[in-house]
């Protein structure tokens, strides 16, 4: 193992990573056409459309909150990776999820999470939905998840790493 | 109560479904790859199984309810427990607190066997009355 200035190399072969994590390879992010707009040390924000297919009443164009939670799991889990500056497995615990506003399908929105703390290999997160155009508070959340639970690294999901 | 295909995006979506057994409703969804977090894992992605939960549960308060009132999800509290598999994950409702305003469900979810949970929750919902 060579000892060497690695660390512009390793954060841009994370960034690289961070973009290919939302890329269309995902079925579930690319059906919410996840994309991250910032990544800084463990806090991060990306947009996303509320598909209709979270529609839960015909012809209603509302959203099923599950959709924010599915968003907000993954961000979330985005931000330990964005701390972390890795792939590493990582498992959630618990999430919380309080429902603002009511969203309707086709909602363009932002979500923003900071992973504001570590113990040990606990995790806890926070963060919040909004909508892109005018800012309106949809959601808010809280996370704690399980950092190098068992399991293969994400980085491993990346194309042409690995098998 | 089946509801048609084409009716419900949500439902179609999960594959979701209800079966009434011993005066209790178990609701299930039937997993495909589109809902998995960790490809590697074939793990259910955590707000796909959120999603179900609060779903099934919303479900149950239509049925308690049979008012039609409109019920609006105040917030959800999951608890994961167990990797959940792209297996069928079934889920039992127990309504804690039912009032005019506001109703506080349980949720414990399984796949094989009910006496493993791999996930349980708690969701509050606002009732409205109309007047």
């Not at chain 2, 792209?86 to 094989?112: C, F, M, N, P, S």
């Amino acid at each position: 193992m060579t000892v060497e200035k690695a660390i512009p190399a390793a954060h841009f072969e994370w960034l690289e990573g961070a973009q290919e994590f939302f890329s269309n390879a995902h079925p579930l992010f690319s059906r919410l056409d996840m994309k991250p707009v910032q990544i800084g040390d463990g806090d991060v924000c990306v947009t996303a459309t509320l598909n209709g297919l979270f529609e839960y009443h015909a012809n209603s164009q509302r959203a099923h909150g599950g959709a924010l939670t599915i968003l907000l799991d993954t961000v979330f889990g985005f931000a330990i990776f964005a701390q972390l500056r890795n792939f590493q497995s990582i498992a959630t615990i618990n999430l919380r999820t309080d429902y603002i506003s009511p969203a309707s399908t086709g909602l363009k929105v932002k979500c923003s999470a900071q992973c504001y703390a570590r113990r040990d290999n606990i995790a806890y997160v926070r963060g919040e939905i909004r909508e892109a155009e005018n800012d309106l508070l949809v959601a808010t959340a809280t996370g704690a998840f399980m950092v190098g639970s068992r399991g293969p690294d994400f980085k491993t999901l990346q194309p042409g790493a690995g098998s | 109560m089946t509801v048609a295909i084409g009716e419900n995006p949500l439902e179609n979506w999960l594959g979701f479904s209800s079966l009434e057994e011993d005066n209790e409703r178990v609701y299930s969804i039937t997993p495909t790859d589109e809902h998995i977090g960790n490809p590697l894992l074939r793990a259910l992605h955590g707000g796909v199984v959120a999603t179900f939960l609060e779903y099934a549960a919303y479900r149950e308060l239509q049925y308690i309810l049979d008012s039609g009132a409109p019920i609006e999800a105040v917030n959800i509290n999951v608890d994961y427990l167990k990797s959940v598999k792209t297996r069928k994950l079934y889920a039992t409702i127990r309504i804690a607190k039912l009032g005019r305003r506001l109703a506080v469900a349980d949720v414990h979810a399984w796949q094989e066997d009910a006496c493993v949970p791999v996930a349980k929750a708690v969701c509050s919902f606002s009732i409205s009355n109309g007047a």
